[in-house]
């Protein structure tokens, strides 16, 4: 992001005096990695931090700046970071061995551990990532069904592979985005969030779509909620037209409930994506789904049928060190109050968050469900009363056009006053996290806020939307 005023900002000029370890590796990165990162979302103006330690809600970069941390590892590490059982775990199984090109008995305890806990989970397959999860998942939705198309939902996401990788946050109109063929697009049906006439009217009129496939609160975490209702419809609807139902419960899975969204809601899908937590937050992912859907994996059912097999390898699928954190992890989720205890704390933090915006005289609304908070920063410049505002309203439209610029200025205050949220974007809560931590996050944002208002940022957003 550029900006034409960056010599006199006040905000910069601290990030900088705070980060200067950060900014020589940054200037090295870019020598060896396109534009110096190895992750779309870290990107960020002029430079991202670099981590190197934490610990439970917490984390320190090399320069030696201390974070409240919301971005916890992706979404990885609902426990936090380095719990000590997670960490036990992974250090007994790497006495024994990082990696046997062999069985291990700890896959079987991980797949029973999902199984019980994931409804749709009637057999497990594990990937290396949630993208591998996902582009499994599309293709036992073919073999199983014998169809071709995927109807997926615009801006929700599921990982860069061609078959998803347009229509999340540009190319909406279905088009492939640059690298993908225009033949995989072609076999992509793409409607508006939540629309569910549209995808009754697609199902009736057009008999070769394999799957319909969603993140089950909503696209890209709950950025634009989705209802149980809408569950339900596309369950009923999906089992009416002999179409497969997809969670993508990479992120939702173990958060929002030990038994992912499909268990709080009711709803269960025909396959199920995970990863992120269902490691532990090492690498690693899986596909969770009825017997019959992976059994298209099974050698002896595909010898006994006289059917091809999907196949499907993976050099890392149920690493060792992964298995043993995912284990690890699960049970305390199980045999805890984990999920709920990340989502009372980031109820109390978005309601905080709020108030702060409507004394502060700011448009814009802090929400999301879970553990989860998304910033909606207004860019069309409606009224909006930031403790009323009503998220189920939002569409793709009131959240394009974003000021980068502002809100690049909004990230690095946060980071200056020692929070790191998930970039501009919110972030996610840990069941790590305290009301200290909240409290200490509440006087950050105001703090970051009036520093944005005292470099004639804001006003001008507050004046545009008549607060």
């Known amino acids: 992001m550029a900006d034409g005023s960056a010599a006199e900002s006040k905000i910069l000029a601290a990030y900088r005096a705070r980060t200067p370890r950060a900014e020589a ?72 061995g990082m990696h046997l090109a062999a069985a291990n008995e700890l896959e079987i305890e991980w797949a029973r551990r999902i199984q019980a806990m994931i409804p749709s989970a009637e057999r497990v397959r594990f990937t290396a990532s949630g993208t591998e999860a996902t582009q499994l998942a599309i293709r036992l939705a073919r073999a199983a069904t014998g169809r071709a198309r995927i109807l997926r939902f615009k801006s929700h996401f599921h990982g860069w592979h061609d078959q998803v990788a347009f229509g999340v946050n540009d190319h909406l109109d279905g088009s492939p985005s640059v690298g993908v063929l225009s033949e995989v697009a072609a076999q992509t049906a793409l409607v508006s969030p939540n629309d569910v006439a549209a995808v009754e009217r697609l199902l009736s009129e057009h008999k070769d779509i394999a799957a319909v496939m969603l993140e089950p609160i909503g696209s890209s975490s709950g950025t634009i909620p989705t209802s149980p209702e809408v569950l339900n419809a596309l369950r009923e609807l999906t089992s009416r037209h002999g179409a497969l139902l997809i969670f993508d419960e990479v992120v939702t899975g173990f958060r929002v409930h030990p038994g992912g969204a499909q268990a709080l809601f009711g709803v269960t899908p025909d396959i199920t994506t995970l990863a992120k937590i269902v490691a532990g ?50 049970d305390i989720i199980r045999d805890s109050d984990a999920c709920a205890r990340a989502s009372a704390l980031a109820a109390k ?51 394009k056009g974003k000021d980068e610029r502002m809100l690049g200025k909004l990230r690095l205050a946060m980071l200056v006053h020692g929070v790191d949220m998930k970039g501009f974007r919110g972030g996610i809560v840990s069941a790590a996290h305290t009301d200290a931590d909240i409290a200490f996050t509440l006087d950050a944002w105001r703090k970051s806020l009036r520093d944005l208002k005292a470099e004639e940022t804001l006003p001008k957003i507050a004046a545009a939307a008549g607060a």
């Not at 990165?29 to 870290?42: C, F, M, N, Q, T």
Request: proline letters at 5%; aromatic letters at 8%; charged letters at 20%.
């Open 281 to 330: 937050g090492m690498p690693g992912g899986a596909v969770g789904a009825r017997k019959d859907i992976l059994d298209w994996l099974d050698f002896d059912v595909a010898a006994s049928s006289k059917r091809e097999r999907v196949n499907h390898q993976g050099t890392h699928n149920a690493h060792p060190c992964s298995a043993a954190a995912g284990i690890a992890t699960l």
């Open 25 to 96: 590796l940054a200037r090295q990165a870019r020598e060896v990695l396109p534009s110096g990162i190895v992750h779309d979302s870290r990107r960020t103006w002029p430079y991202s931090i670099y981590g190197d330690h934490a610990a439970g809600s917490h984390k320190w970069d090399v320069d030696g700046n201390e974070y409240v941390d919301y971005y916890g590892g992706h979404g990885s590490l609902l426990l936090g970071h380095q719990h000590p059982q997670v960490i036990a775990a992974i250090q007994a199984q790497l006495g024994k």
């Open 349 to 399: 933090l978005r309601a905080g968050l709020n108030e702060v915006l409507e004394e502060e005289g700011i448009p814009w609304a802090i929400y999301g469900e879970h553990s989860f908070f998304h910033l909606h920063s207004n860019p069309l410049g409606e009224a909006i009363r930031p403790t009323s505002f009503d998220a189920r309203k939002l569409t793709i439209e009131a959240l």
